[in-house]
């Protein structure tokens, strides 16, 4: 097992994650091997496996980064589901979502699916967090699951949808639609629990 602290083992990580994402510029996602990550990276191939099962475990990883990346230090501190951290939610999803499709080619379907039902799993890992630290109600862990799921799913869905919209002022209006939705469903929530 390689030691995660050790510089050489974070250099050659950096290393593979850059070549990997060189890579997805110029080729499709299933076109690129683990020798095309390897040539890149000037690594050999056990050296890749002695840092990642496969390529889809480094784009998990590179999707995973690049997400936590984004985060608003309001949004990772946040205690409360309020109207802000809402739309900070929001922006960063769409933004993400745009960022990641404009810069990765996403020709393959194995690859859009996994990016996408990583983005949202993060997604509802956050809003779920952040509800368990929300003091305003006494819900148990599973109606707090139930809440995460259902407010990243109409965060995401929305974001992704204004991908696909060929309309500017939808894109421009998406928390101006989504927030007043997801607010309100929380708060009737809160209401009757």
Request: net charge negative.
């Amino acid at each position: 097992m390689v030691n995660q602290e050790d510089p050489r083992v974070l250099r050659t990580r950096q290393l593979i994650r850059e070549a990997f994402r060189d890579l997805l510029h110029r080729k499709g996602f299933d076109a690129i091997t683990i020798k095309d990550i390897a040539q890149e990276a000037t690594i050999n191939r056990a050296t890749f496996y002695a840092h990642f099962e496969d390529k889809f475990a480094l784009l998990e990883e590179i999707t995973e980064q690049a997400f936590h990346e984004r985060f608003p230090e309001q949004v990772a501190n946040a205690q409360e589901f309020t109207d802000e951290i809402c739309n900070q939610l929001i922006l960063m999803t769409h933004q993400y979502i745009v960022d990641f499709y404009r810069i990765c080619r996403m020709d393959s379907k194995s690859m859009a699916t996994l990016v996408d039902d990583k983005i949202q799993k993060m997604l509802q890992q956050t809003i779920e967090s952040i509800l368990r630290g929300d003091s305003h109600h006494e819900a148990d862990r599973h109606h707090i699951k139930l809440m995460a799921a259902m407010t990243s799913s109409s965060i995401y869905e929305a974001a992704h949808y204004c991908l696909n919209v060929e309309e500017k002022n939808l894109a421009g209006g998406l928390v101006d639609i989504v927030r007043p939705y997801v607010m309100n469903g929380l708060g009737l929530y809160r209401k009757l629990h």
